[in-house]
């Protein structure tokens, strides 16, 4: 496993660039609680009852990507990618794990869904809008949504990560 590039978002810069550095941030913080432990470390479930894990929080966030920067934002019709029988509309998949994922594989496959939304996203004005739930959604309501979906499970990882190994922070 190499060391995650986590950059400080910009101090001062226009909203797309603040919007996209947040986001940045806490995807590579995500990352960052992963680092240093085994594949049976990661697919530990440190705090009982929940049978939540870090592995299962990087496939649960491929999945997220691709529902909010592919399905909402483009209107692909991208299947589910840790469950293809699943809803598509399923927005909490990917906790599961499989007996055979091994983080790495988890992690390429998080960071293909990341190029994904980057790309997805090039260009975009923040006040784009896409159709949701009857309505409509902007760039920017999604890019806020992930900063938070992100910063929430990363203070489950880094619950998860102190039980494991006694790390904290970052």
């Known amino acids: 496993m190499t060391t995650t590039d986590r950059t400080t978002p910009p101090l001062k810069a226009d909203e797309r660039t603040t919007l996209e550095g947040w986001l940045d941030f806490q995807r590579a913080t995500l990352l960052v609680k992963c680092e240093g432990l085994t594949n049976e470390q990661l697919r530990s479930t440190s705090a009982p009852p929940s049978p939540l ?18 399905r909402v ?51 975009l004005d923040p006040e784009r809008t896409s159709p949701f739930m009857g309505g409509e959604v902007t760039l920017r309501w999604i890019h806020l949504h992930m900063i938070g979906e992100y910063a929430r499970h990363n203070g489950h990882a880094d619950l998860i990560r102190e039980r494991i190994d006694g790390a904290t922070g970052v």
């Open 53 to 70: 894990t870090l592995l299962g929080l990087v496939q649960h966030m491929a999945e997220v990507e691709r529902n909010w920067f592919r």
């Open 73 to 123: 934002l483009t209107g692909e019709q991208a299947p589910p990618i840790h469950d293809p029988q699943a809803d598509p509309h399923d927005r909490d998949g990917g906790f599961d794990l499989s007996a055979d994922i091994t983080f790495e594989d988890a992690q390429a496959t998080w960071e293909n869904e990341v190029t994904r939304a980057r790309a997805n996203c090039a260009g």
